[in-house]
């Protein structure tokens, strides 16, 4: 970990232009990614140029904001200071690295939140004192951490980040007494999951899906085509899967033999994916929430009532109230409650611990 801490404390400008960069953090994506924000200020204290990351595989913020900021000498940039949610990465990942970048172009100084603890991104601190840059770590380092707690709770359990697709009744239900299901909610619902599932790298369902729905598991547009990135269709659980089911239709498929969650995402972390759509059904769903892996959550509302059929969720473990898990309105990437058509979509995200609101010590404050 790097938190190097060099010239003048932060001004009054910096810390406006950190609550900036966490305000745009907020337009990214959750994913395989964090969400990250960038403000470049001038000599004043001035914004003159501000990013984003949009999520894996595009620009990151610190990227994002230089290409806005546009040619400069470094004479010019030497006087620029960068202020970003997350330590700048050192890797060359996808995109190039931020460090590097920004020491080429010049910054005077960099003002970073949270640190990145990650091995193959951390250490981009290092990289820009050892360039020369004034680097200081911690500014609003409590905030930028609780905006990505479940990200960095991922990340250090070294499991994929998981977005839960819940799809239900008014009472909570996937399914009539009878069984059917297709459909509870409406088309724009639908569309909008298929949305999550072009994002994510992998989609889980349960054998009990496959047999009750035969889903295809793709991510498709509202057309009926294929999106160009698919994720990889994962099936849990130990039954063989039914001669010609859709999900099996090409290569790009794997069913893993086991019931625990745990499992599944070590398996899928093997394979390099970061991302992964819990996509049903209940028993799935239940042990994702009861073994705590769901980061977060899309809830589609249709409203009916069904008064019989199989509830979303089953039994998680909750004797009493108090033993509930709670969770919160997420706003990041969107509205944290919608109507879509007339169905209500709810993004949600686990509430936090006092673990992920402590603050650490925090650089120069
Ligand atoms: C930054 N700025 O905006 C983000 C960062 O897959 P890649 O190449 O995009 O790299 C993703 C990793 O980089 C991610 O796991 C995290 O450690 C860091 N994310 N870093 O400097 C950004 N999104
Ligand atoms: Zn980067």
Known sequence: MSGQTVGP????AEQE???LALELACRGIRGANPLVGAVILDETGRPVASGWHRGAGTAHAEAAALDELGPVTSEQASRLTMLATLEPCSHRGRTGSCAEAIAATGIGRVVHA???GTARAGGGAEILSR???????GLLGAEARLLNHRWIGARAADRPFTSLHLAQSLDGRIAAADGTSQWITGAGSREHSHLIRARSEAIIA???TIFADDPRLTARTPAGTAAPRQPLRVVMGHRELPGGAAVAAD???VQLRTHDPAAVLAALSARGIDHAMIEGGASIA?????ADLVDEIWLYQAPIFL???RHAVGDLGVGTLAEAGHFRFDDAGGPAHQLLGSDVVLHLEPQPGPADRASEHEGTR
């Open 307 to 309: 008064g019989a059929g």
């Open 131 to 137: 360039a020369g840059v004034d680097v200081v770590s």
């Open 286 to 290: 239940t042990a994702f929430l009861a």
């Open 251 to 253: 290569d790009h498929h």
């Open 17 to 19: 232009g950190m609550e």
């Open 114 to 116: 949270a640190t990145d």
């Open 9 to 12: 404390p932060t001004s009054r």
């Open 206 to 208: 349960g054998t009990g």
